[in-house]
């Protein structure tokens, strides 16, 4: 018996495999372990989707309103502020006011401004949207994250938006707010909105103020003891407020929560001090709700449920046990069946076959890959390819061995003739599996990445390792019957 | 053992006009039940909602779809799942809302019918099938290019548009057999259909590289003859494979349970169709596109003559002479 240097590749790789896949199989507290998928195991996944075109939108009305607020602050005269399609459009009248306005456009930034004498045209930059749409879903991820750390699952508050808005209502077109459509009120910079008691506002576009500017929000009660929102407004915030009731006295300001109007009173006098409150017939949940959502930050653009998956726990136990009896047997059945049709030769396929299942088990766990039941069968899948690389290179010596060659011959030219045939077939195999990685979501993701690993722990045991025990033994290789299964004819 | 042990070839060529005829009637077939038919696309596809609820009793189905009636959820199919107790219901609506949770306003509806268990709740919404189908449709195309440039390289365009040929087979008739048997496609039957594209490459690789070992080891000049003496040669080994992969995928149709009962039954079918293509029908591509031994003979000869060549080369230069 002689060591060589494929077995000792082969023994290696058996330890790296028990050592690794010991935490997996025996459930040990310690150690890396392969993740059961939701199908397995239970609980919830999600799918969602920013709506970032929003954060978009938002994000120009945002510099709609600062332009609102200091044109009107410098009391620069001009025909007009308006906001269509994602564009401002502003006529200064004063030619000296010009510099001024390309001034405050330049602080702003990100902005593509074209100009024909007093016409202003502006919109966002490609780049801005880009930055926006991506700061959208990294803002999305952070809310989401805070609320989920903060108040856990249950809360609906999660997924709330948050989004508070001041908007003036139209005053001229209000009362048309039954009449007119959508598209009509954007002509005049205005939208249609609807309230919580499911009457219609027109309300100017132009936002005044947006929920970036609020630092606080709580529950509190109002002089029936119903329940309101307080909130309390950054001092820019609070200036821009104050500003807005001290020029607008008389005219209504309506209250925008993720765009429901919740109440639209009429403006008496200045209000200073950079706070305010939402009333709105809430029930004392529901203020809470949306007191949270909005001190936790607003979420940049709303969010859609594009997928959700549960599974109950007794779900997953269940379809657990089914598989692994399943798995179980069929293997089994393979090694009894390799082990009479092929005598000893069986033997050390089963030993590849075997080494083959750990390896996998223990390079998942170190990967922390999530089983699920595609990936159970990407397991199936991956242990038939195993056992198809001894069949061939069994069958090969036996064709070898038929034909009159000596043992030793015959088993070092079948490793040669096996192994061009193994290597074309595993290595279309695998590159289908990388692309259906690189296509593939959640499960698929999961069956390449099984398939993968085990293609490539296959050719290792099959190839080498076999081999190895090959060699190691030739000297007491002779009976062909017990050894291959085949009748010798010499 | 042994299961082959005729020494003479199989004439599997002589009735390769009988076997196109067969796969050629099943590829029809298969054809006109996926345009008439169509496949019965599942949630994961199409959207909507599916709620698995488990009973204490035999789930009282009648009951449950009257409960359902009376609600928005009027409309939904309501079926058995593998056994007695369970059912499944399917719901064509999906809600992109994460405020409401469709598995807890079905636990109210079916309040009066029973004490039950809601088991899983999958929400999926429309826009995402189209997405899969397009990434699908986009990775399978991709697959086939790959397979075409990798079997082109190593064997030749001949062999690598007859393995494309025999993986279009493989798959219609088993897409087929899904359509026939109504069984719901979702992502889980997408990996079973890859994994047969595996497979089925798998098996037929095997078959041509022994056409190919052929061709440089014998003199052999009959491409007829030729064909069938390596699918004889490789005969065992193919049987014993399918084998073995027979009995573990049966194994896991009988006792995997009912979730993975779709996906079973596609690799069954695949491994079946698989097995029968590269047996009987991939070398008669082969015959049909006119594969020329002569010529790969010449090339191959050829090739081995430049890698001679520049082995002598390389030894001449380590020994300094050039």
């Known amino acids: ?490 | 053992m042994e299961i082959f042990k005729r020494k003479t070839d199989y004439n599997f060529m002589g009735y390769r006009k009988k076997f196109l005829i067969i796969s050629i009637i099943l590829m029809i077939s298969s054809f006109v039940l996926l345009f008439s038919k169509g496949l019965n696309f599942g949630i994961d596809f199409t959207g909507g909602t599916i709620v698995q609820v488990k009973y204490e009793e035999k789930a009282p189905i009648e009951d449950i779809r009257k409960e359902l009636e009376k609600t928005d959820y009027q409309g939904s199919e309501v079926v058995e799942f593998g056994s007695k107790e369970e059912i499944v219901i399917k719901i064509k609506k999906s809600t992109t809302n994460i405020e409401r949770d469709i598995g807890d306003e079905v636990r109210e509806i079916l309040k009066s019918t029973g004490k039950y268990e809601i088991r899983r709740v999958d929400i999926v919404g429309a826009k995402v099938g189209g997405e899969l189908r397009e990434k699908g449709i986009m990775a399978l195309i991709l697959s086939l290019v790959v397979i075409l440039i990798y079997v082109s390289i190593r064997f030749e365009w001949r062999f690598a548009v007859a393995s494309i040929f025999a993986l279009i087979h493989d798959i219609t008739i088993t897409l087929g057999f899904l359509s026939l048997f109504n069984i719901e496609v979702n992502l889980d039957i997408l990996a079973a259909l890859l994994t047969i594209l595996g497979y089925s490459l798998n098996d037929t690789i095997i078959v041509f590289d022994r056409i190919r070992e052929s061709i440089q080891r014998t003199k052999e000049k009959v491409l007829y003859s030729l064909i069938n003496n390596s699918v004889s040669k490789t005969l065992s080994r193919t049987t014993l494979t399918s084998l073995t992969t027979f009995f573990v995928v049966l194994t896991l149709f009988l006792f995997g349970g009912e979730i993975i009962n779709g996906f079973a039954f596609t690799l069954l079918v695949g491994v079946i169709v698989g097995t029968y293509s590269s047996i009987f029908v991939a070398g008669t591509f082969l015959l049909q596109l006119k594969f020329s031994i002569e010529n790969f003979r010449n090339k191959e000869a050829e090739k081995e003559k430049k890698r001679k060549e520049k082995e002598n080369l390389r030894k001449m230069y380590e020994m300094g002479r050039v």
């Open chain 1, 1 to 490: 018996m002689k060591i060589n240097y494929k077995i000792t590749i082969l023994f290696l790789a058996i330890v790296f495999g028990l050592w690794y896949s010991i935490p997996s199989l025996l459930q040990t507290e310690n150690g890396k372990k392969i993740n059961l998928g939701l199908d397995l195991r239970g609980g919830m996944h999600m799918l969602l989707r920013t709506n970032v075109e929003e954060a978009v939108e938002n994000k120009i009305k945002s510099v709609a309103s600062a332009l609102k607020y200091y044109i009107e602050k410098e009391e620069i005269i001009t025909g007009g502020i308006s906001l269509t399609n994602g564009r401002i459009d502003i006529e200064v009248l004063d030619k000296s006011d010009i510099l001024k306005v390309e001034k405050m456009l330049n602080e702003i930034g990100g902005l593509e401004i074209k100009r024909v004498k007093g016409l202003f045209d502006i919109k966002l930059t490609e780049e801005t949207k880009k930055e926006t749409r991506e700061w959208a879903v990294k803002g999305a991820v952070e809310t989401i994250r805070n609320r989920l750390d903060q108040f856990g699952l249950a809360e609906p508050t999660v997924m709330k938006r948050g989004d508070l808005k001041m908007m003036a209502v139209d005053e001229n077109l209000n009362n048309q707010a039954y009449s007119i459509s959508e598209r009509e009120a954007q002509n005049y910079g205005s939208t249609i909105k609807d309230s919580k008691e499911g009457r219609k506002y027109i309300l100017k576009d132009i936002p005044i103020l947006d929920g970036k500017e609020i630092v606080d929000a709580r529950v509190a009660f109002d002089e029936s003891n119903q329940p309101i929102i307080s909130f309390t407004l950054s001092s820019l915030g609070g200036k821009i407020f104050g500003d807005f009731t001290e020029n607008n006295i008389g005219k209504r300001l309506a209250i925008v929560l993720d765009d429901i109007v919740y109440s639209a009173p009429v403006i008496r006098s200045r209000i200073g001090g950079g706070s305010g409150q939402i009333s709105g017939g809430f029930t004392i949940e529901e203020a809470g709700t949306v007191a949270i959502a909005l001190k936790s930050g607003a979420l940049p653009a709303s969010v859609d449920m594009v997928e959700k998956r549960s599974v109950g726990p007794s779900l997953g136990a269940d379809s657990i046990k089914a598989s692994i009896i399943a798995l179980v047997s069929g293997f089994v059945l393979v090694i009894i069946f390799m082990i009479i049709y092929y005598g000893i030769a069986g033997v050390i396929s089963n030993i590849a076959i075997i080494a083959n299942i750990i390896l996998i088990i223990a390079i998942m766990s170190l990967f922390g890959a999530t089983l699920t039941l595609p990936g159970m069968a990407g397991i199936v899948l991956t242990v038939g390819m195993a056992v198809d690389a001894n069949v061939i290179i069994t069958e090969r010596i036996r064709e070898l061995l038929k034909e009159g060659k000596r043992m030793g011959e015959a088993i070092k030219e079948g490793y040669s003739n096996a192994i061009r045939a193994i290597l074309d077939a595993n290595i279309t195999t695998l590159l289908v599996a990388i692309i259906l990685y690189a296509y593939g979501t959640g499960p698929i993701k999961g069956f390449a990445v099984t398939i993968s690993i085990g293609i490539l722990v296959s050719m290792l045991t099959a190839i080498i390792g076999t081999q190895g025990i090959y060699e190691m033994l030739l000297k007491k290789i002779k009976n062909q019957k017990i050894w291959f299964g085949i009748k010798g004819d010499k």
